[in-house]
């Protein structure tokens, strides 16, 4: 079994990882889309939807959604199994690393660690304050050193829906660290 693939229907509004970003994400799994990523993580703003086309997006280092300013109400969304992020980079680092995006919505997403990432996604607040209501549906997590979804710092990331999420080959699937991340709902997911 695997994450559904998503066929969606691009919208006039959404910012598009491929043609819309300088420089361009290429998605064909040998350029190293990074720079083209972290460029649209920078320009993120609240309410905006970030779209990943099919294709699988090369990793060589961090990509950080850490926002300038306090952002809310973004939705980052990829083709489900067909929208690959693989790790390239060093061995023990997180391939994403998100500080703070309350009322955030991921879908489609399939992360990919090749046995060296420490983490896929890495829930890190700070400054930016509490991180809720947060929904990834239709996510999947592969082959991550220490964990595929990690939750820490403070002061908390809570109110989390997961669902229809794959775990595989993860030292830990899911991992909430802080003693205020609550009201963790895990439905539908798949840990192997």
């Known amino acids: 079994p695997d994450t559904p693939a998503l066929n969606w229907t691009e919208r006039s509004d959404w910012v598009n990882v491929k043609t819309d970003i300088t420089p361009a ?7 190293d889309d990074t720079a083209a990523i972290q460029k649209a993580f920078d320009a993120v703003a609240t309410g905006a939807v970030l779209y990943f086309p099919a294709g699988t ?7 950080m959604l850490q926002p300038k300013q306090r952002v809310t109400g973004v939705w980052i969304v990829g083709h489900g199994r067909d929208t ?3 790790w390239d980079g060093p061995a023990g680092q997180p391939l994403w690393l998100d500080h703070g995006v309350a009322h955030s919505r991921y879908a489609g997403l399939s992360f990919d660690g ?3 990432a420490a983490v896929g996604m890495h829930h890190r607040n700070g400054a930016g304050g509490v991180e809720t209501e947060v929904d990834l549906r239709h996510m999947a997590f592969r082959n991550f050193t220490d964990t595929g979804l990690l939750a ?11 669902e229809n999420s794959l775990f595989e080959d993860c030292q830990r699937g ?4 802080n003693f205020n991340d609550y009201d963790w709902t895990i439905d539908g997911c798949e840990f192997r």
């Open 25 to 31: 994400a290429v998605g064909d799994g040998v350029a």
């Open 57 to 63: 997006y090369r990793i060589t280092a961090t990509v």
């Open 84 to 86: 690959r992020l693989v």
């Open 114 to 116: 090749r046995g060296k």
């Open 152 to 162: 820490s710092g403070a002061p908390a990331t809570a109110e989390v829906v997961i």
């Open 174 to 177: 899911i991992a909430f660290l």
